[in-house]
């Protein structure tokens, strides 16, 4: 399996209404919600940790890219989203720009290699400018997988 | 003349995200360009984004290499904070 196929038309989000970081996690946890990637009894637990992890430092990783991920102790699987913001939200990212690619990582069990492994795929998918510039301008979530899958399966 | 020092990545989930942030706090503070050698890539380590893509696992070796004014003193800070784990060793057990 690549890690393109972990996101579904159900979990990206191709204009995210999010006025902030806070907001952008509820928004696409809802969406993992209601795609049953994840339990609706998890979301306060999942919120309450974004929301600390945040404030260990950001998780704008530049590029306008972030990566909020936490790790939650008993869930089943791992469920990821995606979410594009037009005009960009503030994550107090490193390198001072404004995100507009925000990947959504909660994840279950403690598997150090498959961690690192997904945040090296998003990465270099943040690095890609084709990416970057395509998905910011994609007008459908059908568009958004048919670039991770283009772009993310090398 | 150009710095070159391997040291050993120790945290417990390798190069993960915030030990990533970590380093390239620390690599802006100086004006030397700064580099890191791993898994056979090169990333820039004044950009976390880079840094991520090498994908560095545990106990895995990585050379840290700088070339400018201050390139001594960035590959020393680097490589001390980097052996002890940024400091984040006792969050990870």
């Known amino acids: ?154 | 003349m150009t710095v070159r020092r391997e040291v050993r990545v120790v945290n417990r989930q390798g190069l993960h995200a915030r030990p990533s942030t970590r380093l390239v706090e620390i690599a802006n503070r100086y004006s030397s360009q700064i580099s890191i050698h791993a898994t056979g890539q090169t990333a820039n380590a004044k950009s976390v984004i880079s840094v991520l893509t090498l994908g560095v696992l545990p106990d895995t070796p990585v050379v840290v290499e700088a070339d400018g004014a201050d390139e001594a003193a960035a590959v020393e800070a680097l490589c001390v904070e980097i052996s002890r784990g940024f400091g984040l060793l006792d969050e990870e057990r």
Do not use: Y
């Open chain 1, 1 to 154: 399996m690549t890690f393109a196929e972990l996101f579904t038309e159900q979990t990206v989000l191709h204009d995210l209404k999010a006025t902030t970081s806070d907001e952008c996690f509820q928004e696409i946890l809802n969406a993992l919600v209601d795609s049953n990637r994840l339990a609706k009894k998890e979301v306060p637990r999942a919120l309450e940790a974004l929301r600390r992890r945040e404030k260990l430092g950001s998780t704008g990783i530049g590029n306008g890219v972030a990566i909020p991920h936490v790790k939650l102790e008993g869930l089943q699987e791992m469920a990821v989203g995606l979410g594009i913001h037009r005009g960009g939200l503030d994550f107090r990212a490193i390198d001072g720009e404004r995100v507009r690619i925000v990947f959504l990582v909660v994840r279950s069990a403690e598997d150090a290699g498959e961690h690192l492994r997904l945040l090296q795929w998003i990465s270099r998918l943040g690095r890609n400018d084709d990416f970057r510039r395509f998905v910011a301008a994609a007008k459908s979530p059908a568009e958004m997988i048919g670039l991770l899958k283009e772009l993310g399966s090398a």
